[in-house]
């Protein structure tokens, strides 16, 4: 059994979760730190990438996880875990979402379902760090730089040619240089083996 397969077995998250919750501050307590949690699990799934404060974004991305690895471990027949999607999803047409776009997406992945970045913090008025939380897969630009070195690549292809002309000329201008030493040296010599001559001669 690969390992795709035992992960469908054995409900495991593939990202760490903190052993004590994140305290989100809300004038509502537990009742609205649930609140703002499912609307944040909710523009997820819908949107597949969101900006928010990081306390937030990092935990939503737990329940976002463990909504998505139940939804593949069980499918949409069975009756707690459709009750956990109803729970969490406030648009009840993302259920239909989640279970017929995300899961095939998903089932296969041996990776978190979910990455997240740090954004840019707008100094001095930020008091709080920023992050990017998305869907893997989504239809959006890359957040990471692909570094892959493509060779074919047109601008690649140019800064090669741009590196041999340039070691081209420093081999040029070594060899010029070494010429001319060899050249001021072989004069060098000439010049002493004459004075010497003439000083002999006298």
């Known amino acids: 059994m690969n390992q795709a397969d035992v992960s469908k077995l054995v ?20 009742e609205g730190r649930l609140d703002k949690l499912r609307k944040t699990v909710t523009g997820l799934i819908k949107y597949e990438r969101i900006e928010l404060n990081y306390n937030r ?26 009750e956990m999607a109803d729970f969490w999803l ?24 979910t990455r997240m970045f740090k954004a840019p913090t707008s100094y001095p008025d930020a008091t709080m760090q920023r992050a990017v939380l998305e869907l893997r897969g989504n239809p959006f630009p890359p957040l990471n730089n692909d570094r892959s070195h493509n060779k074919n690549l047109l601008h690649n292809i140019l800064l090669d040619a741009a590196r041999k002309d340039f070691r081209r000329e420093q081999y040029e201008k070594l060899s010029q240089s070494v010429i001319n030493e060899q050249n001021k040296q072989k004069s060098d010599i000439l010049k002493s083996n004459d004075i010497r001559n003439s000083s002999s001669n006298a």
Do not use: C, W
């Open 11 to 30: 409900s495991k998250l593939k990202i760490n979760i903190k052993p004590r919750h994140r305290n989100l501050k809300n004038p509502d307590g537990p």
């Open 90 to 113: 406030e648009e009840k047409q993302l259920i239909h979402k989640l279970f017929k776009v995300l899961v095939p997406r998903f089932e296969n992945y041996t990776v978190s379902y």
């Open 57 to 82: 974004a990092d935990e939503t991305r737990g329940y976002a996880e463990r909504l998505i690895s139940e939804a593949i471990r069980y499918g949409d027949r069975h009756k707690p875990t459709m």
